[in-house]
């Protein structure tokens, strides 16, 4: 393997630890707090090592509580620090909702920008992982729906560590999903030291004339698998990987469906309510007269996220996705 | 549990001195600035609600009745503490800074209500019962870690105590030591549920055992216990003591907000008897006469002070600049994202063809 110079290959959870350790060197208003993220590392060691590193005070296990612990980093926010929250699961945010909802997502709206919240939300989220129930929501629309909050959702161990950054600097909060499926699926070169990746623009994949292919997150993988299916049968996809659910990147979508009239968007969540309906509501704003088919939506269903036994039927897969690419190449 | 977490009072309902051990410290000149300020507070709810009534501001919410818990606590403050109130503490934001004029403005729905003025952390009120608790947990070892010697002060009321943020915001603070006093007020009811029904315990301080803090319980309406006891707890969290959960035990006089009737769910006139023997003001009134130190003058004066600033206050509100639409569009981001952008010219465009 040939290392490059100032590159480390890392896996998605990796480039977050990176990225943490990164922000703690920087800033000393950076601090960390969840449970078992100190001496444990995380459950899924994505602040590996940091204890040691920067003490606890710095990065604070804190009492089983995603109530109070999302509340207190509020609190350090108001009081000039940059907390990082880790939440286990984002099927454990629930708790914790109220805070994000009533207080996070609205303080500098509500005193005129006086007071603001500098907070960043670390979670896990998404099935395909055989994990214990709820333990594989992907409920990003519940906070995509909530005005006073950014969400992000990177796809490649480069854009987790950039786009992590980024939210950190964010002088608003931020929801960062980790594909928990994607932890350690792979590895990609990521640039050693301290780089940002805009919040709010998404990335082309895959270069087609034919189709438009929209995902986020654990379903970039299997976008990229249907487009690679379809291009055996002569239809070429335009890829695009979200990485900022809110705010959505309206450029993209609207330059590659104007080019390609079709579309099939990829959600792992639940369909009614889900983040797939604001991408149409782009494309019919944006792209109404170009399109040459219905857009397809390639979702989970209106079902709590099943036990692990169903949860392959849950999620759309490849096969799936290739078949709608199909209906709207023959529509 | 009552007797482990007795009512402490300094001041008698009668006026006399009922520990002896604050007498020094009860001074003409300290007894006539809580005064001054239990007088302002309450005459200031008064006009809010009869401005409500007349429908010059929104909905409110009265805490007459409580005015020794909210200014004798924010008293003990210094000026670089914090306050995380609820929406019945405007008397405690008063007393440590906010002007009249932006307590009218926030019950008249205005976001200028919500910035505190310069220098002084006073959060705005949390709606949500209890999510506060948390935030002041929060705060205060944000403090710690910057190595000030502020504190941190938070108000919820009885119902607040069975929500889950309660015990995750004192346990939290509790865990980290953080210089934060929690300061109940124990109006006996959250709306129209009583302290009975909300709580088994005879008491709220006793929960402070819990989290192996110190607790104590308080006679609300005795503004020098709530003086004495929240500058005590306030000291012990500024030199590392750690957090301190004060009951302070009150009773609102009157509705929950004004589109309650507390008729409906509790004998008022135990209101009536309580403003002729518990009363906050009229016990302050007796110590002053008892000392010598009752001025008719004086008094008169303070009343004209006050009433001059209330409607001076009211002048303000009423004559403020219309609400501005495009606020309600500029402050959710530092930077509006395009939806908010998008959202806010279309309508701005749409409106000003409406008003042509």
Partial sequence: ?331 | MERDFPIVQVLSEEGTIAQPEYREQITKELTMTMYRHLIRTRMVDRKCVSLQRQGRIGTYVPYEGQEACQVGSALALNDGDWMFPTYRDHGAMMTFGRSLTQTLLYWKGRTEGCVPPEGKKIVPPSVPIATQLPHAAGAACAEKWKGTKNAVIVYFGDGATSEGDFHEGLNFASVFNAPVVFFNQNNQYAISVPITRQMKTKTIAQKALAYDIPGLRIDGNDVFAVYFKTTEALERARNGGGPTLIEAVTWRYGAHTTSDDPSRYRDQEESKKRRETTDPIKRVERLMQREGWWDEEWVNQVQEEVNAEIEQAVVEMESYPKANVSDMFDFVFAQPTWTIAEQKEAYLQWKRGMER
């Fill in chain 1, 1 to 331: 393997m040939i290392t490059k110079v100032g590159v480390k290959s890392l896996t998605i959870v990796q480039a977050v630890n990176d990225a943490l350790r990164t922000m703690l060197k920087e800033r000393e208003d950076v601090i960390l707090l969840g449970e078992d993220i100190g001496k444990n590392g995380g459950v899924f060691r994505a602040t590996e090592g940091l204890l040691e590193e920067f003490g606890e005070e710095r990065v604070m296990d804190t009492p089983l509580s995603e109530a109070g612990f999302t509340g207190a980093a509020i609190g350090m926010a108001l009081g000039g620090f940059r907390p990082v929250v880790e939440i286990q699961f984002l099927g454990f945010i629930y708790p914790a909702y109220e805070q994000i909802m009533t207080h996070a997502a609205r303080m500098r709206a509500r005193t005129r920008g006086h007071f603001t919240v500098p907070l960043v939300i670390r979670a896990p989220y998404g099935a395909g992982v055989r994990a214990p129930e709820i333990h594989s929501d992907s409920t990003e629309a519940l906070f995509t729906h909530m005005p006073g909050i950014k969400v992000v959702c990177p796809a490649s161990p480069y854009d987790a560590k950039g786009l992590l950054i980024a939210a950190i600097e964010d002088p608003d909060p931020v929801l960062f999903l980790e594909p928990m499926r994607s932890y350690r699926a792979f590895r990609e070169d990521v640039p050693e030291g301290k780089y940002t990746i805009e919040i709010g623009k998404g990335k082309k994949l895959r270069e087609g004339d034919d189709v438009t292919v929209i995902a986020w997150g654990a379903m970039v993988p299997v976008a990229i698998k249907a487009a690679e299916e379809a291009k055996k049968k002569g239809i070429y996809a335009d890829v695009i990987d979200l990485r900022t659910l809110y705010p959505l990147d309206k450029d993209i979508i609207a330059e590659s469906v104007q080019k390609t009239g079709r579309t099939v968007i990829v959600q792992e969540a639940h369909a009614t309510g889900g983040l797939a309906n604001d991408i149409l509501a782009v494309i019919n704003d944006t792209s109404f007269f170009y399109q040459k088919a219905p857009a397809e939506r390639v979702t989970g269903f209106d079902v709590p996220v099943p036990f692990f036994a169903y949860e392959d039927d849950y999620l759309p897969t490849p096969a799936r996705v290739l078949h709608a690419i199909e209906k709207v190449m023959n529509f």
